[in-house]
């Protein structure tokens, strides 16, 4: 397939996902910030079960963000790919500049390895043959990179390629990468991912192993600490993503432009964690009315006072459609100081949906918890058709 026919190809394929393709993501009610500041030029620290942005500042502001691309890079990968699948390294992996994993030319490593490299490492021909296998071509992956954004709501972010060298056109804000590192972080392979301090993976061509060590300094300096990305570039500074769990509940922080970054994050964490709680609002089988019950439990990060202004509304399926003689009976919505801030969906007494719940602290019933399956659905379809659209020459 010539270059002329691909553009042609590639451009059909980004307007058919802007129409197609819904966003995700739910209301959120602000939080108050509270005297917390940073040095960062923008700033973002997030609740992660339950989507909750518990401090923005300059957090729509739009900016570069380096190598925090490859938190978007490595979800789409892991989303659309086969871990055990091989990688190869092509021509335009092999030397990338910036950072590397020193990959070699028609080399060959498993998917899940090289994703180590590319979040431990952050190793841009990691990203480039990440992005080729996966994609077809890096611009096959940029669509789903940007389709991927889309269905999660980032409204201000576009991407134009999966390693985060500055590109005019390339950039994201902190509550855009807070909402992202939040549902990434609802991914179990992602998680073992960032969290992890050392990974030793075999090297087919020498005698000795890749060691790679993780770059992110939080996980040693902060209690609880497990993730997630670095970056820097001339132009974008420093930037960096933390994440760390205390007593079941997990926070994430954003800052881009931040020279004092480790001392920020520490700061912001420990403010997050002082002053909102991860508190049950519903239980899942929570009796919503006679014969009827909550169909998953709901969790949500509160600040002291707060649970006072809860307040909980079913809303029922009209009794007369199929719908409801199919066991859909409608949803409760838990509304924060009047205003909505999620929804349960609502069952029948005796529905196979109202079993014992499988996670130790509700994870599953979070708001934002239903985004962990979109891979499956437009994005992964897209996905599927970029794959036997392009080839990329060795």
Excluded at 138 to 154: D, I, Y
Aim: glycine share 10%.
């Amino acid at each position: 397939m010539d270059s002329s026919m691909k553009k042609m190809l590639i451009a059909l394929l980004t307007a058919v996902f802007l129409t197609v393709a819904g966003q995700g993501g739910a209301v959120t009610v602000s939080a108050q910030p509270g005297g917390i500041g940073t040095s960062a030029e923008a700033a973002a620290l997030i609740d992660v079960t339950s989507g909750r942005v518990l401090h923005s500042q300059q957090g729509d502001k739009r900016m570069r963000i380096a190598s925090l691309t490859k938190v978007m890079t490595a979800i789409v990968a892991i989303e659309q790919g086969t871990l055990s699948d091989p990688v190869k390294v092509s021509k335009n992996a092999f030397g990338k500049e910036g950072s590397s994993i020193y990959l070699k030319l028609g080399e060959e490593m498993s998917l899940h390895h090289m994703l180590y490299g590319l979040m431990l490492r952050s190793g841009n021909d990691a990203a480039t043959a990440i992005a080729e296998h996966i994609g077809g071509s890096e611009q096959g992956f940029v669509l789903l990179m940007n389709e991927k954004a889309r269905e999660l709501g980032m409204e201000h972010s576009r991407f134009m390629n999966p390693h985060g060298l500055d590109h005019d056109e390339h950039y994201s804000t902190a509550n855009d990468m807070a909402v992202l590192t939040a549902y990434a972080l609802k991914n179990p392979v992602f998680q073992e991912i960032v969290k992890t301090e050392v990974k030793k993976v075999p090297n087919p061509s020498e005698a000795w192993d890749h060691v790679w060590s993780n770059k992110n300094k939080m996980l040693n300096i902060y209690e609880g600490a497990d993730g997630v990305k670095t970056g820097y570039t001339k132009i974008a500074k420093r930037c960096l993503i933390s994440s760390a769990t205390r007593n079941g509940q997990q926070l994430a922080v954003v800052t881009l432009n931040d020279p004092n970054d480790w001392l920020d994050h520490r700061n912001l964490l420990d403010w997050g964690f002082a002053n909102y709680k991860l508190t049950q609002l519903v239980q899942k089988n929570e009796a919503v009315d006679t014969g009827f019950a909550a169909g998953s439990s709901f969790y949500y990060a509160l600040a002291e006072g707060e649970a006072a202004q809860i307040t909980k509304r079913p809303e029922w399926t009209d009794r007369n459609s199929a719908a409801f003689r199919l066991g859909d009976a409608g949803k409760l919505t838990v509304l924060l100081n009047g205003k909505p801030i999620g929804s349960v969906p609502v069952y029948p007494e005796g529905s196979p949906q109202l079993q014992p719940e499988q996670s130790a602290w509700g994870q599953e019933a979070s708001r934002s918890a239903g985004l962990a399956s979109m891979g499956q659905g437009w994005t992964g379809r897209l996905g599927d058709i970029l794959r036997a659209l392009f080839t990329i020459e060795g």
